[in-house]
């Protein structure tokens, strides 16, 4: 279970950010959606978390119908406790074993890269989209596969990385358009990430918003 290759810090880190600004990519992926966002557009939002996305919606006063997913009931139960209103709309679900529920739009942001491959939670994701997908990962020229194990965690946090070709590919076997575009937060620059249990190791990683569009 994901919580488990966390430590105990992560689980405040994610709540303390619930209480500051909007997170950027939230910022970024309702830019590129607002426009496209009606009171009868269906969301499914991936790896929900606590919330983080939602209440983007919340704060802007955007009305849709959204469905938040997760695999982690202790994210969840803290979603539904910040958002009592929209507690039926977060829902567990394991990406990687089920296909959610039909959507116009999917989101799915820095979950696809900690799975132990893309397929076939990315095939679920895009079987089950009707419009657009939004997608924000670790993307580079070759796939790299890596795990890092956090303090106080014994279970390895995949840590990997798609190829560009590998997204392109994907996305058109389910007849989508693929458009990569800058990360906002991290201006899609390279950037360390420390083994936090290997003192002078660590690997470099760069972070890609990619938006598919349905053609047929
Ligand atoms: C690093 S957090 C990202 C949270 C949020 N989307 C963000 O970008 O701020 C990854 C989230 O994906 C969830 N997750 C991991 N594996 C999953 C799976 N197989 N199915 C659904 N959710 C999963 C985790 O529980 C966690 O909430």
Redesign the pocket.
């Known amino acids: 279970?994901?919580?488990k290759t966390q430590n105990k810090e992560s689980l405040k880190i994610?709540l303390a950010?619930m209480k500051g600004p909007l997170?950027t990519?939230?910022e970024q992926f309702l830019d590129l959606l607002e426009p496209h966002l009606t009171p009868s557009t269906t969301l499914n939002?991936?790896?929900?978390?606590?919330g983080?996305?939602y209440k983007g919606l919340v704060e802007k006063k955007i009305k849709i119908d959204y469905r938040g997913?997760?695999?982690?009931p202790i994210?969840l139960a803290q979603a539904k406790k910040i958002f009592p209103s929209a507690k039926n709309n977060f829902q567990i679900?394991?990406?990687?074993?089920e296909t959610p529920p039909a959507a116009d739009i999917s989101?799915?942001?820095?979950?696809l890269e900690?799975?132990e491959n893309f397929s076939p939670?990315l095939d679920h994701i895009l079987a089950s989209t009707k419009k657009i997908i939004i997608a924000?990962t670790y993307l580079g020229e070759k796939q790299e596969r890596d795990i890092m194990l956090k303090e106080h965690s014994q279970y390895p946090y995949p840590m990997n990385q798609y190829s560009f070709l590998d997204i392109f590919r994907t996305f058109a076997k389910y007849n989508f358009e693929a458009k990569i575009v800058r990360d906002r937060y991290t201006d899609s620059l390279p950037y360390y990430v420390p083994f936090e249990t290997v003192p002078g190791q660590g690997l470099v990683r760069t972070q890609y918003v990619i938006v598919g569009r349905k053609t047929k």
Not at 107 to 111: L, P, Y
């Open positions: 279970m994901f919580h994610f950010r997170l990519w939230v939002d991936i790896g929900c978390n606590v983080q996305f997913f997760d695999i982690e994210y679900l394991d990406i990687t074993k989101v799915v942001s820095a979950t900690h799975l939670a924000r």
